[in-house]
């Protein structure tokens, strides 16, 4: 199968693209610099020019391919409902190059927008049609003779080159000289090592139901006081629970995600998949993982 790749280069992107090409699949990669092109020349896949508000660039590239995997976003806080939009925008596109193709399109989301204070499955609706990246759920899962499918990451993808959530909380920790949680620190975030992850994706691709939610979600609920002190402990310093009024001092623009309960089962996928997760767990990941060099 050829298959189109946007966030080729990424985190989680340039696992998926090693995934799929060990399965023996091609891949057409996006790339919205030439950089990014050469890093993708350097692994022999082909570099497909573009970004994700080139939307002819998008339906051109999904229409080369046999399947598509979405795994591409502005990581950028400050613009974080704008990027949404920019998302759900691409994903439209992208699936309406593929409408009646029978084609399958697998896109990232995220298990903070199902789950707070329950463990959420893949059959748990979001909160709201208001969360961010429904409405891009609800394209893929709904355009006619696509065979659209969701995998929702945890707030915890790590492994090497992590510069998600962890890292910035390890940056804050140094920072501060003090690793904060809220509260009495009891809330659980789900994680995944992003191999793991990749193989979500992949096995997503070559038979995922049409209209399948998938958990790619290895430990269902780490307590947040337990990663900090995870993270206390990595870089010497104590672990420390702050209010909620306290806690954007702390932990900045981070002090309202490391709040919430998320606490996710991935049993499904795992059954319907055949997914067994084979990385390591987070703590052993940030306790062996380079995290604090």
């Known amino acids: 199968m050829r298959v189109f790749v946007t966030g080729a280069t990424g985190f989680i992107g340039s696992a998926i693209v090693q995934e799929l090409i060990g399965a023996g699949h091609q891949v057409l990669g996006l790339a919205r610099s030439e950089t990014a092109a050469d890093s993708l020349a350097q692994l022999g896949i082909a570099a497909h020019r573009g970004d994700l508000t080139d939307h002819d660039s998008l339906t051109a590239g999904a229409r080369a391919c046999d399947g598509v995997i979405h795994t591409a ?8 409902m704008a990027n949404i939009e920019t998302d759900r925008q691409a994903v439209g596109a992208m699936a309406g190059a593929l409408e009646g193709s029978g084609k399958p399109m697998v896109i990232a989301s995220g298990t903070l927008m199902v789950s707070h204070g329950r463990p959420a499955t893949e059959d748990t609706a979001p909160l709201s049609p208001d969360m961010p990246r429904v409405a891009s759920e609800v394209t893929v ?6 065979r ?3 995998v929702r990451l945890p707030p915890t993808v790590h492994g090497a080159g992590d510069h998600g959530f962890v890292p910035r909380l390890i940056g804050f920790a140094r920072d501060k000289g003090e690793a ?5 620190g009891l809330n ?9 992850a990749a193989r979500v994706f992949c096995l997503a691709l070559e038979k995922a139901a049409p209209g399948s939610r998938l958990h790619a979600v290895a430990e269902e609920g780490i307590p947040m006081r337990t990663i900090a002190e995870a993270i206390g402990a990595g870089l010497g310093v104590p ?12 932990l900045d623009f981070l002090a309202g995600f490391t709040a919430m309960d998320n ?9 319907s998949l055949g997914w067994r997760p084979q990385g390591p ?3 052993p990941d940030l306790r062996d993982g380079g995290y604090f060099s």
């Open 73 to 80: 976003f502005i990581h950028d806080f400050n613009q974080f």
């Open 141 to 146: 899962l709904t355009t006619p003779g696509l």
């Open 148 to 150: 659209g499918s969701v």
């Open 188 to 196: 659980r975030w789900p994680a995944v090592h992003r191999l793991d």
């Open 281 to 283: 767990e987070l703590l």
């Open 263 to 271: 606490p996710t089962s991935s049993a499904l996928t795992r059954t």
């Open 180 to 184: 904060a949680y809220v509260g009495d």
């Open 239 to 250: 672990a420390r629970s702050v209010t909620a009024e306290e806690a954007p001092i702390y």
